[in-house]
C-alpha cells in the first residue's frame, strides 16, 4: 500500500523539524526546499508553511534563534544607511544583552564553534538574510565586505563580553558600549576603503 501524506498532528511538527534538520544537513540552506522537506516528512507542503510560515520560519525553529533575524534586519534597512552603524550596534548588543533572547544567541554561537555543521547552516542563513536585506541599503562598492566587517566587530565584541566575560568590556555599560564602537561600525558601512 502506498504511502499517504500525514495529515496534521501531535508528531507532525515534530516529523518536519526532524525532516528539515536532515536536509539542511545534507544540501545546506539554500538547496533544501519546503517541498523537499515535506517529502522526507510524509506531509503535504502547505502543513509547513502551516506550522513554520516560510523557509526562514522553519529554520528559526530548527536552529531555536531567540528572534526574526528578517524582522530585525528590515527594521534596521528602513531607515537607510545614515545612522546605520549605531542602529546596527545598539540592535545586535541588545540582543546579547536581553534576558529573552542574550542565553539563546549564546547556546547557538557556542554550538557553531564546536559543530562546523550548525557553524556552516548558519553562517549561509545569515550571509543570505543580510546580504539581501542591507547590501541595498549600503549602495557602495565592496558592500558585501563592510556589512561582513561591521558583522565580524560586533560579532567579536558580544563574545568578548558575554562568552569570554573579558574586563573591562564584559562590565561596561551596553550604552557606553555602543557609543564607543558604534562610529566604527558606521566607518565600515560608508567610509573610504583602502586603495586595491
Not at 536532515?22 to 519546503?34: I, M
Not at 528559526?60 to 528590515?74: G, K
Not at 566587530?153 to 561596561?172: D, F, T
Not at 551596553?174 to 557609543?179: A, R, T
Request: net charge neutral; hydrophobic share 50%.
Amino acid at each position: 500500500m502506498a504511502r499517504g501524506r500525514r495529515p496534521g498532528g501531535p508528531d507532525t511538527r515534530k516529523a518536519v523539524l526532524d525532516a528539515a534538520r536532515r536536509r539542511f544537513a545534507e544540501v545546506g540552506y539554500a538547496r533544501a526546499s519546503l517541498r523537499s522537506i515535506a517529502a522526507e516528512a510524509s506531509v503535504d507542503p502547505s502543513l509547513v508553511v502551516h506550522y513554520f510560515g516560510s523557509k526562514e520560519g522553519l529554520f528559526r525553529a530548527v536552529i531555536e534563534w531567540p528572534f526574526d533575524p528578517a524582522v530585525f534586519l528590515d527594521q534596521l534597512a528602513a531607515a537607510g544607511l545614515d545612522g546605520l552603524g549605531r542602529r546596527l550596534a545598539a540592535g545586535f548588543l541588545g540582543m546579547w544583552e536581553s534576558a529573552d533572547t542574550g542565553p539563546r544567541l549564546q547556546a547557538v554561537f557556542r554550538a557553531a564553534v564546536t559543530d562546523a555543521a550548525v557553524a556552516a547552516l548558519i553562517r549561509e542563513f545569515l550571509t543570505a538574510m543580510v546580504v539581501e536585506r542591507l547590501v541595498p541599503v549600503i549602495g557602495r562598492e565592496r558592500a558585501e565586505q563592510r556589512i561582513e566587517l561591521a558583522l565580524g566587530m560586533l560579532l567579536g565584541l558580544a563574545v568578548v563580553r558575554h562568552i569570554l566575560r573579558v574586563e573591562p568590556l564584559a562590565g561596561l555599560p551596553v550604552d557606553e558600549l555602543v557609543d564607543q564602537v558604534a562610529p566604527a561600525v558606521q566607518q565600515q558601512l560608508d567610509g573610504a576603503l583602502p586603495a586595491d
